[in-house]
């Protein structure tokens, strides 16, 4: 038994369970995953009623550390860089810990066309998708242009593989937009695409999307654009 238990959603959908369980598989830190498949967000569902009188927000992901709850990814992320102070969760040095964060609360607070037009769906392949958003939504645009630029700028200044050198907890939070950009087939520079493909490839970001291709479920309400699995 860990004393750390991580609550999450379906792996092909949950895009803000990814986050803390990237990193914790990345970086070893060992815990129990408990599985709330998406059956509906409304009071009835299951999934609501797993999380009653764990979380008062009634959202995943939840991190249990010997039954204390931390809700809200950006605070799991702190509180796992607080409990292995060793692991250097955030870049070391001052300043990129200071970006590293700055970077994280935007994609926490911002995005919102790209998340809304184009869901997290790692199994789906929607490029078709993608260019009708593109050509219909200017906002999605905006959202990529800014990840373009973020992500380009962090690169060249530590000289990558990741965005502050080693893999850190901004890599963790910005893999969901990786899948994105793959799912709808959306446009990057060179740079950028060499980096979604070493996201792809890290460790924890391999072993997730092996259990997002594993699941059965096609949760309507996370799927605008198909009425099945392919
Ligand atoms: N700000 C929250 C967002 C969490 C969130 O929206 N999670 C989704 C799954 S990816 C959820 O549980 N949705 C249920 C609902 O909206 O009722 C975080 O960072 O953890």
């Known amino acids: 038994m860990y004393s750390l ?11 803000w369970s990814m986050r803390p369980w990237v990193l914790m598989r990345h970086f070893d830190i ?17 999934f609501k009623q797993r999380l009653k009188g764990v979380t008062p927000v009634g959202k995943v992901p939840v991190l249990l550390d010997k039954g204390f ?12 860089a607080e409990r292995f102070p060793s692991l250097s969760l955030w870049p070391q040095d001052v300043q990129e810990r200071a970006r590293a964060r700055s970077l994280c609360a935007e994609m926490h607070s911002g ?10 769906n790692i199994e789906a ?4 998708i993608g260019q009708k958003v593109l050509a219909e939504q200017p906002a999605v645009h905006t ?8 992500w380009s700028e962090a690169l060249n200044a530590s000289g990558g593989p990741f965005l502050f050198g080693s893999f850190s907890i901004a890599d963790a939070y910005f893999s969901p937009v990786t899948f994105r950009i793959t799912t709808y087939g959306l446009p990057v520079p060179p ?32 799927e605008p654009y198909r009425s099945q699995r392919e």
């Open 5 to 15: 238990q991580l609550l999450i959603g379906n792996k092909n959908y949950s895009s």
């Open 30 to 46: 060992r815990f129990e995953e408990v599985m709330l498949r998406f059956d509906g967000f409304d009071e009835h569902s299951m």
């Open 69 to 80: 709850a931390i809700w809200d990814t950006l605070a799991i992320a702190e509180y796992l």
């Open 111 to 120: 995005f919102g066309a790209l998340r809304n037009h184009c869901p997290m």
């Open 125 to 128: 392949s929607l490029p078709h």
């Open 143 to 150: 959202d990529l242009a800014r990840i373009t630029t973020m």
């Open 191 to 222: 740079l950028v695409q060499a980096y979604i493909e070493r996201v792809h490839a890290s460790k924890g970001v391999k072993d997730w999307v092996a259990g997002a291709m594993a699941e059965h479920d096609f949760v309507a309400v996370d």
